[in-house]
C-alpha cells in the first residue's frame, strides 16, 4: 500500500540537488529540457506516497540494509525513473546509459559527449564520461543477435552492459567465446567476455485448465500458494502423495503433497521452480481469463469448466453440497452441474465469472450427447491444506468465506481492532490464513502479530490500497493475534482466520 510520509533525511541522493533547469542546450533531433531535477521529482514522489511497508521490508530483507534505506531506494528509483527518459532525450545520440547505485539508489547517467556534463550535473545526478554511445554498444549487440545460430551452447548470455560501457559476452568456455566474437566481425574493444557457470533454463506458468501428467493425465484447478510454496488444486483421484507429475509439456513439474479420495476429491500439487503459478485460467477459445476470488455462485447460476480433453465448456449450476457415488466409493460436498466433460478433464477448473468455483470430480454422459459432472468445491480445499488461491491482482472474495473463523466488527478512519482479541490466541506451527473483507470505497489493512516477551510484532501483513486483503504466513507454535487497521474510510468488515 502507498502511504504518505516523509522519508529520513540522512539518506538523500549523494549529489546536491538544486532546483534548477536540468539542460543548458540542445541539439538537432533532441527532445525538451527535463521538467525538473531529480529533487524535484524526489518531493513529488514523496508527497504522493510512502513505499508499502511490506515492500520495504522485502527490499531490507532481500538487498541488506536499513528500512529507512529501503525506503529511500523505492522513492529515489521512482524519481529516476521520472527524470531518465527526459535527459536521454536530451541526448540523443551521445546517450551512455542509466542505472542507479548504492544502497539508496542514486541515479547515474552516462554520455560520450563531454561538452553535455555541466548541463546533466544540474539535474542533480552523478554523471559518467565514456567512450562509447549506447547506440553504438545495440549495435555491436544486434549484430551478434544476427549470429545466433552459429553461437556456441557454451555461452549462456550476451547483454550491453551500461556500467562497463561494453558489450558483455558470458562464457562456459571462454575459447569458444573468443572464436564467436571474432567470427562475428563486432568491433573486440567493444566486447568483454567473462567466464560464467549459468545455466538458464525456461520457465512455466501454472495456468488452470492445462493439462499435467503422472503416468495418466488430468487437469490443473487453480494455482495456490502455501507460504512461499507454489502449486495448484486438483481432484484427489488423479494422484496420491508424493507422485510426481509432468506439465504439459512433458517437463518435470511437482509432486503431489495431499490427496483425498473417495470420502473428498481434492489434492495440491507443490511446484518446482521451473514453474510459476498465475491467477488465471487457460479458457482455449475463450482466451485467458483472470481469477479473481472465490465466492460460490448461488444455483442456477451459469458456470463453465476448463480441461485438457475438452477444452472450455459451460452450462448452470445445479446443486451445491451432493453426495455422489463412484464405484470406489461416495464423495460428499460436491456441486452438480450441467457442464460436459470427459476423461482428462479431472482436475480442471469450474470458474462462473471471474470466481474459482471448485475443481472437477466426475459425471456421466460427455460432450458429444452431453451431460452432468460434479465439482468440487475450491475453498474447501484451500482450508483443507492451508493454501491461499492465486488471483489475478484483485480483492479476495466477498466475505471470506471457506476459513476456520469469521469475525465481524467495524471502525471510523485511522481506528484500530483486534482480533479475536487484544490478548490473541494460541497456535501451533504452521500456516495462518488472513481474509479480511472490508467497506468498498475504504483502504482496510490487516497485520498478523505475534507475542514475544511483552511486546507484539507484526509478522505478516496485507496492506493494498484496497477495502480487502488476503495472506498467509508459516509460523512456529506461540500467541498471534489479528490487527484491523482503517487506513482511510470507515464501515464494517469481516475477518476469515484459519489457524494452524
Partial sequence: ???????????????????????????????????????????????????????????????????????????????????????????????????????????????????????????GAEVKLF???????????????????????SIPSWYVDVRSNSVVVLAGDVAEAQAFVDGSGVDKSLVRIEASQERPK?????????????????????SVTRGSQGGF?????????????????????????????????????????????????????????????????????????????????????????????YPEGTITGLTRTTVCAEPGDSGGSYISGSQAQGVTSGGSGNCTVGGTTYHQPINEILSAY??????????????????????????????????PGTAGYSAAAGVHRVCLDGPNGTDYDAYLQKLSGSTWTTVASGTSPNPDEAFTYSGTAGTYRVRVHAYSGSGSYTLGLTRP
Fill in 131 to 153: 567512450k562509447n554511445s549506447l547506440a553504438t554498444l545495440d549495435t555491436a549487440k544486434e549484430r551478434l543477435d544476427q549470429l545466433v545460430a552459429s553461437a556456441p551452447k
Fill in 386 to 419: 492451508g493454501l491461499t488461491l492465486v488471483t489475478n491482482g484483485t480483492p479476495p472474495p466477498t466475505g471470506c468465506s471457506g476459513y476456520q473463523s469469521s469475525y465481524t466488527g467495524s471502525l471510523t478512519s485511522n481506528a484500530n481492532a483486534y482480533q
Fill in 202 to 222: 525456461p520457465l512455466y506458468d501454472v495456468r488452470g485448465g492445462d493439462a499435467f501428467y503422472m503416468g495418466g493425465r488430468c487437469s490443473v484447478g487453480f
Fill in 233 to 325: 488444486a486438483t481432484a484427489g483421484h488423479c494422484g496420491t502423495a508424493g507422485t510426481a507429475t509432468q506439465g504439459y509439456n512433458q517437463v518435470a513439474q511437482g509432486t503431489f503433497q495431499g490427496s483425498s479420495f473417495p470420502g473428498n476429491d481434492y489434492a495440491w500439487v507443490a511446484v518446482n521452480s521451473n514453474w510459476t503459478p498465475t491467477g488465471v485460467v487457460n479458457g482455449y477459445s475463450a482466451g485467458i481469463l483472470p481469477v479473481t476470488g472465490s465466492t460460490q455462485q448461488v444455483v442456477g447460476s451459469s458456470i463453465c469448466r476448463s480441461g485438457s480433453t475438452t477444452q472450455y465448456r459451460c452450462g448452470t449450476i445445479s446443486q451445491h453440497n451432493t453426495s455422489v457415488t
Fill in 1 to 123: 500500500m502507498l502511504r504518505r510520509s516523509a522519508v529520513t533525511a540522512g539518506f538523500a541522493l549523494a549529489v546536491a540537488m538544486v532546483a534548477t533547469p536540468a539542460i543548458a542546450h540542445q541539439g538537432p533531433g533532441e527532445t525538451a529540457a527535463a521538467p525538473y531535477t531529480l529533487a524535484e521529482a524526489r518531493t513529488l514522489v514523496e508527497a504522493t506516497a510512502k513505499p508499502a511497508p511490506g515492500l520495504v521490508d522485502a527490499i531490507r530483507r532481500d538487498l541488506g540494509g536499513t528500512s529507512e534505506q529501503a525506503s529511500a531506494r523505492l522513492i529515489n528509483e521512482a524519481a529516476a525513473a521520472k527524470v531518465e527518459p527526459a535527459l536521454r532525450g536530451q541526448l540523443g545520440t551521445s546517450f551512455a546509459g542509466a542505472w542507479v547505485t548504492g544502497p539508496t539508489s542514486n541515479l547515474v547517467i552516462a554520455t560520450s559527449d563531454s561538452t553535455r556534463i555541466a548541463s546533466l550535473a544540474r539535474s
